[in-house]
């Protein structure tokens, strides 16, 4: 699956907050996804950013007088509502905000906002005093219904000195959200746990031991399970990567910290998927103090540690289970003596050591080998579409 901003028509609402000009950026973002987009302004917006600056980056007219513009159309606000795949309004003000909640249509984006059928993504944005006013939380409270999501704005240092809630989410968080309003709701319901990133195995305070998982594909896959509808718990290892939106994330260092947070949150899962490489060795004896070089054995003692997927696999019932297998060679062989030995559904293989497969990388070429014996060799491919693509197998043996 592309990303699901390809090929979509998104009209973005922009108000009159000193927000505004993060708007170009998020419409930026649009564009490069591939999206169609088309901008309405309110007066108030045109006195922070030019109506120039959204119609170089669309390459589409603005819309700001009702009545005018090149698509000065008497219905055009039936005809934009009726092609959005997606509205966005941010920043939204509090008088923007008011007047949905009210039903009052007296300028474009109002009155386009009355015809649309298509989800819409309101992002606040204002002052704390403002945001917080009783008033302005029963408008966002009435416009929480289906059809429109609010997307709460983050706490931080505003533009007019204060500190707290008012500030425009990042413009990736807003982008995320939208997509989660356009992918099918497929998984709704699924409890979906997912691990990823490496673990570190502390030989003092100052080494461990680990491996170079970046932590992406099991992100990603926790960010997609979340689109597609599913409540998220992501166990990672050290990664330098965010918690995705909307993702119940716990954070573990070590092997056996990753083993009781999984057998922790496994019981509630439908679906888990140990995407994690989790070190199979640890130190025998960690050290409470960074010991010198010149005294260290030339032997580390190392000791197994527990087996995560096959203590899960043991303990399956009607859970589906998924594991990753990263081989150098003999893929087939080694990933289905693994599905096999841990009692796996299904394992998603791939060969290491390429630049645009494995770890670290955005893209990743893998196989797919199921309980019942099939194997499907997939091409080269981004690893959220990857991610997809392991949901849509997910579901087709759920079906089955």
């Known amino acids: 699956m592309s990303d699901p901003l390809k ?27 591939g ?18 600056t959204f119609e170089a980056l669309s390459g589409e007219s603005v819309w700001t007088d009702m009545f005018g513009g090149q698509d000065g159309a008497p219905f055009r606000h039936i005809a934009w509502a009726e092609e959005a795949d997606a509205v966005v309004i941010a920043p939204a003000t509090a008088n923007t905000i008011g007047k949905m909640a009210h039903g009052i249509a007296d300028d474009p984006l ?38 429109i999501t609010v997307l709460r704005p983050e706490a931080g240092s505003l533009a007019c000195g204060r500190e707290g809630p008012g500030r425009l989410p990042d413009v990736g968080t807003i982008a995320e959200e ?30 461990f031991i680990s491996n170079p998982s970046s932590g992406k594909m099991g992100h990603l896959i926790a960010r997609v399970a979340r689109r597609r509808g599913a409540e998220v718990v992501l166990i990672t290892g050290p990664t330098a990567l965010p918690d995705p939106l909307g993702v119940r994330g716990i954070r573990v260092k070590t092997a056996q910290e990753m083993f009781d947070a999984v057998i922790g ?3 509630k899962a439908t679906i888990t998927i140990m995407a994690a490489a989790v070190a199979d060795w640890r130190p025998a004896n960690p050290l409470e103090h960074k010991i010198k070089k010149e005294e260290m054995a030339e032997c580390l003692p190392l000791e197994r540690t527990a087996d995560i997927l096959k203590t899960l696999g043991e303990n399956k019932k009607s859970q589906i289970l998924v594991g990753f297998a990263a081989e150098t060679r003999d893929l087939q062989q080694n990933a289905s003596a693994k599905l096999n030995a841990k009692n796996l559904d299904l394992i998603v293989g791939n060969l290491i050591g390429q630049a645009d497969s494995g770890f670290g990388s955005d893209t990743n070429q893998v196989s797919l080998f199921y309980r019942d014996g099939r194997n499907e060799a997939l091409p080269l491919m981004e ?7 392991l949901f849509d197998r997910i579901l087709e043996m759920k079906q089955k």
Do not use: W
């Open 7 to 33: 090929d979509k028509s998104i009209v973005l609402g922009v108000c009159g907050g000193i927000a505004a000009y993060k708007a170009a950026d998020f419409l930026r973002v649009l564009v490069k996804a």
């Open 265 to 267: 949150a496994a019981e």
């Open 383 to 389: 690893k959220s579409a990857l991610a997809d693509v």
């Open 110 to 147: 109002t009155t386009f906002i009355l015809a649309v059928r298509a989800p819409i993504l309101v992002c606040p944005s204002m002052n704390t005093n403002m945001y917080e006013n009783p008033i302005v939380q029963e408008n966002i409270t009435r416009l929480e219904r289906p059809g």
């Open 35 to 52: 999206a169609r987009t088309r901008v309405i302004m309110t007066e108030a917006a045109q006195a922070f950013v030019g109506v120039a």
């Open 178 to 207: 939208v997509r989660s309003l356009l992918c099918p709701n497929d998984l709704a319901g699924e409890q979906i746990l997912v691990t990823a990133g490496p673990t570190h195995e502390p030989v003092d305070p100052a080494r």
